[in-house]
């Protein structure tokens, strides 16, 4: 049986805006994004990202930059390194903006106020409302303890965020929105799906339009790219899970599974996974919720064998889910719930739930990402066999790790 654990085991963070998506820029440090939205309102917009460590006893999150995008919230965002230069996209209302990360290397000994950047490239260094620091636990007694043997205790990476090029990528004459964007593991190629119903595939970082696929008659809710970039999955409020060819935009395969007579199912979320770390073998995970109340029907974490279209297993789940991550290698896979806030983590092949956080937010989790094992730097503990962090729009950013165990049921 799963172990279950306290929500406030892993908060790491409060932040004053809500949250809607979330990515790893290096092996610890996680970038959240969310807002507002345009209406005046107070509450910003724009990212933050937060330094990860481990003082021996828990994972700990120091601010090291907030970037302001004006009247623009940011509901999705990809990020991707080269070695050399980090860039950053995010859906931004109908377009995708892409944003340059410069990092340098500086003496953690210096002691700065985390600066504030806002879309006109200005950065000002600010005194954090007493609201903004309440549950950020890089201000708490436990930052100042000694942090274990993995982390950096003399130098920290600095970054800034400079906006670059940005491209139209919906064109729904009713309201265009971009809903989620996915870059390629080679940093070549990125896919963007709307409201519009198009999956559209650009070439990365120009930009430049690949091919538009009139893929769906409904908005798409989520897409990814395969490991080896020759697919992409798509799910679309139409009720479809497609597989495309990312080579000629023509339709691979569908993806079905028999529903239970007299229910409807949507799809949610997809994820593709490393099969034994071959970047040519891929699994794919989808969530899917019943249409209405659950009542006896339940919602489902899925794993497909996307080479042959066939659905492999299913773990039965008792409320609606929301959100979905893949470990980088492959062996985990995680779950977010709609209405009680809960976070799951399960072995990717078995689908066998090993941990289990109750009401880790007070509200649907928006975003999941996982610590990832193959980026730059040693892991950030070596006691955790894998970790994941959550976000949600209750402003809370909160980690979940699995302690190495000798083995795995089957």
């Not at 004006?70 to 509901?75: I, S």
């Not at 890089?138 to 982390?151: A, G, L, M, T, V």
């Not at 120009?206 to 989520?222: I, R, S």
């Not at 980026?375 to 970790?387: C, K, M, R, V, Y």
Request: glycine share 6%.
């Amino acid at each position: 049986m799963a172990p279950t654990r306290r929500s406030t085991e892993g908060l790491l963070a409060r932040v004053n805006f809500p949250l809607y998506t979330v990515q790893m820029l290096t092996s610890r440090h996680v970038l959240v994004a969310g807002g507002g939205g345009s209406a005046n309102t107070g509450v910003a917009n724009g990212f933050e990202i937060f330094e990860l460590a481990h003082n021996g006893k828990r994972f700990v999150a120091e601010e090291v930059i907030r970037h302001e995008t004006g009247r623009t919230v940011v509901m999705n965002c990809a990020a991707h390194s080269n070695g050399r230069r980090t860039y950053l996209v995010a859906g931004q209302e109908s377009h995708c903006q892409l944003y340059i990360v410069n990092m340098k290397v500086v003496d953690a000994s210096e002691k700065t106020i985390p600066p504030v950047e806002n879309e006109t490239n200005v950065s000002e260094t600010r005194k954090r409302k007493k609201s903004e620091r309440e549950g950020d636990y890089s201000n708490n007694q436990d930052q100042k303890e000694k942090i274990d043997s993995n982390s950096n205790c003399y130098r920290k990476l600095q970054f800034e965020i400079k906006p670059n090029d940005s491209v139209q990528t919906d064109f729904s004459e009713d309201e265009p929105v971009q809903r989620v964007v996915c870059v390629g593991r080679s940093g070549k190629l990125m896919a963007t799906g709307g409201t519009d119903g198009h999956v559209r595939l650009w070439e990365f970082p120009t930009l430049k339009k690949k091919l538009d696929v009139k893929a769906h008659t409904k908005e798409v809710d989520d897409l990814h790219i395969s490991p080896n970039e020759k697919w992409v999955a798509s799910i679309s409020k139409d009720g479809r899970l497609v597989i495309w060819s990312s080579e000629t935009g023509k339709k691979v395969r569908e993806l079905t599974w028999s529903v239970p007579e007299g229910v409807k199912y949507l799809y949610k979320r997809c994820r593709f996974a490393l099969l034994e770390e071959d970047v040519h073998k891929s699994r794919l995970f989808s969530i899917t919720n019943p249409v209405g109340r659950l009542g006896k029907h339940k919602a489902y974490l899925q794993l497909w064998d996307p080479h042959e279209g066939s659905l492999k297993k299913m773990a039965p789940c008792s409320e609606s889910l929301s959100a979905l991550a893949v470990s980088d290698n492959g062996k985990f896979v995680a779950v977010g719930t709609m209405f009680s806030g809960s976070v799951s983590i399960y072995i990717a092949f078995s689908l066998q739930r090993v941990l289990h956080v109750d009401q880790a937010h007070s509200m649907f989790v928006t975003g999941l990402e996982f610590l990832p094992q193959s980026l730059d730097g040693p892991p950030i503990t070596s006691t955790s066999e894998t970790a994941v962090v959550s976000i949600s729009v209750d402003n809370k950013v909160c980690i979940h790790s699995v302690d190495y165990r000798s083995k795995y049921e089957s």
